[in-house]
């Protein structure tokens, strides 16, 4: 498995974009699949953007898509999640997640089996 350390979480305001980065050990990323959830206090956690091992394909939930780009540097063990126009619904723990397995297409939700440790973001109105 591998090890993922999520950063760039802190407090925004609406309407400010952040991104949230994410950073692998070991020799094997640019093979796994990897996405970024998120969690709200009390609720499941949400499956919100995902990212082909190679990054010929991409998923966004329809809570982000039109406001965030996934991407991945495998050169550099980096995957990094764009987020523009925040808003207060998108506070919460952010999480970044690798599957287990090479794997050239994005995962269903169940298949991510490595997980960061979560990053907070928290947007003010």
């Known amino acids: 498995q591998v090890q993922l350390v999520e950063s760039g979480g802190g407090l925004v305001q609406a309407g400010d974009s952040l991104t949230l980065s994410c950073t692998a050990s070991g020799p094997t990323f640019s093979t796994y699949a990897m996405g970024w959830f998120r969690q709200v206090p009390g609720k499941d956690r949400d499956f919100i953007s995902g990212i082909s091992s190679t990054g010929g394909s991409t998923y966004y939930a329809a809570s982000v898509k039109g406001r965030s780009t996934i991407s991945r540097d495998n050169a550099e063990n980096t995957m990094s999640l764009q987020m523009n126009s925040l808003k207060p619904e998108d506070t919460a723990v952010y999480y970044c997640?690798?599957?287990?397995?090479?794997?050239?297409?994005?995962?269903?939700?169940?298949?991510?089996?490595?997980w960061g440790q979560g990053t907070q973001v928290t947007v003010s109105s």
């Open positions: 997640a690798a599957t287990l397995e090479p794997k050239n297409r994005v995962p269903l939700a169940y298949e991510f089996h490595s």
